[in-house]
């Protein structure tokens, strides 16, 4: 069948595709690399015309969005992320921008269940022959989010790689509006480790072994630990991660991973989204050994769990001596998204043979001042993105806290051997006062 004619009906100015929104709506603009561009500024362009849209967005990679610029009052447009990207956490800073918590792997159903959704603004890949339109590199909740909304709008650019998967790709019946556009899609260079992420790599590093299955985070560190696995003689490594990036490419080119130790999706990388340089999508761009599935599938911990040696690797703000973990926030300032780790550090546990590791430095400067990360309890206002009783491995550069079946001496003492030993004095005491140390306890 051919679809030509009905997609020369469907295909519209961007000026024309945004009529659609009117006062009031909720307006989702995707995610990561695939967020709207030319809609968001045709939308923008609208601020007078409209009251009261809600916009959605999760980790926008392409730039500040437009709608946020020209309403700095949010009375015509209230920007909303669900994973804050850099752009994301300047426009928090200055009011600009709101914040929703989330379980990563709960999303899809959040949409299905419990969100409304007026208007999708989804990028996309040009039509293949059959009809379909591909989400590219960010299939996450994005079907959750088409089956939900009443219009569908379409910025197709001919950059995005098309990826194999599931609930990967949209029928042009299901669209309502679509517009052509060529902009380039948005590269993330992962961050270069400095030494003590090479150091702490290099702990994770002696945990794992041929036959592993792993997931890593963002992060300089996480990097670290790519790029020591791609030059390491590891055999038969797997993939089942939330984000696909750089030094995953370069474990793959050489040789470390093959998925043929896999229990399920065997000899395949499994990944939410991808989010990198020309270098990655290129390399997902019709691989055959790529899969992008939705994020109820990657993060659901069930499915974590099914895989044997699954080595789960993220990284941190700070964890206090009860073994909580804050992922996301400086007291009540948000830094970032939940995220996946809680999903991955459930999932590592029930595996056999998994292994959880959740990484920091031990200290941080700020004004010429050392302070600890490991603290007597988080900061008021921080949030708890892994509860104390989840809480898996501790990484800092002196070594690994594992705080699974450890009392709260035992916690406090195994988070005080790995933190930095300018504080360990400071820490002591605070786990005393806390009535949480024992006097037999080694000092």
């Not at 679809?3 to 009529?19: G, I, M, N, S, W």
Request: charged residues 25%.
């Amino acid at each position: 069948m051919d679809y030509t004619e009905e997609y020369k009906r469907k295909l519209v100015t961007p000026e024309e595709a945004v009529k659609v929104v009117k006062s009031g709506d909720w307006v989702e603009y995707g995610s990561f690399s695939g967020s709207a561009v030319v809609l968001d500024k045709a939308l923008a362009a609208r601020k007078d015309e409209l009251w009261d849209v809600k916009i959605r967005n999760c980790t926008r990679s392409t730039g500040t969005p437009e709608v946020a610029k020209v309403d700095p009052t949010r009375e015509h447009f209230t920007y909303i992320g669900l994973q804050f990207s850099g752009y994301e956490r300047k426009l928090s800073d200055q009011g600009l921008c709101s914040y929703m918590p989330l379980v990563y792997h709960e999303l899809p159903k959040y949409y299905r269940e419990y969100m409304d959704v007026d208007v999708a603004m989804i990028p996309v890949a040009p039509m293949d022959k059959f009809g379909y339109f591909n989400f590219g590199p960010q299939v996450s909740h994005t079907m959750a989010i088409c089956e939900k909304a009443k219009k569908i709008i379409l910025e197709v650019n001919p950059n995005i790689p098309r990826c194999f998967g599931q609930e990967e790709v949209i029928h042009i019946s299901k669209v309502d509006h679509i517009i052509e556009t060529d902009y380039p899609i948005a590269e993330i260079p992962g961050a270069v480790p400095n030494d003590i992420d090479k150091k702490i790599a290099s702990i994770i590093m002696e945990q794992l072994e041929d036959g592993s299955c792993l997931q890593l985070g963002i992060g300089g560190m996480p990097n670290a630990v790519g790029e020591m696995i791609a030059d390491s003689d590891l055999k038969d490594l797997g993939i089942h991660t939330e984000m696909f990036v750089d030094s995953m490419v370069e474990m793959v080119e050489k040789g470390r991973v093959t998925g043929a130790r896999k229990n399920i999706d065997k000899y395949k990388i499994v990944a939410t989204f991808a989010l990198g340089t020309q270098k990655t999508y290129e390399f997902i761009n019709y691989n055959p050994m790529v899969l992008l599935m939705p994020v109820n599938y990657t993060n659901d911990p069930a499915v974590i769990g099914r895989l044997d040696k699954f080595v789960s690797i993220n990284n941190c703000i700070d964890v206090d001596l009860f073994g909580q973990i804050n992922s996301e926030s400086s007291g009540t300032r948000q830094i970032s998204g939940t995220g996946g780790s809680i999903c991955f550090a459930l999932g590592a546990f029930r595996s056999n043979g998994g292994k959880g590791f959740i990484c920091m430095t031990s200290s941080f400067s700020k004004g010429g001042k050392l302070f600890s990360r490991i603290r007597p309890t988080l900061e008021t206002g921080s949030a708890v993105t892994i509860h104390r009783g989840m809480a898996p491995s501790i990484v800092t550069e002196y070594g690994i806290a594992t705080l699974k079946g450890k009392s709260l001496w035992e916690r406090a003492a195994a988070l005080i051997n790995i933190a930095h030993p300018d504080f360990r004095e400071e820490l002591i005491k605070s786990a005393q006062d806390m009535g949480i140390w024992r006097q037999s306890n080694k000092r």
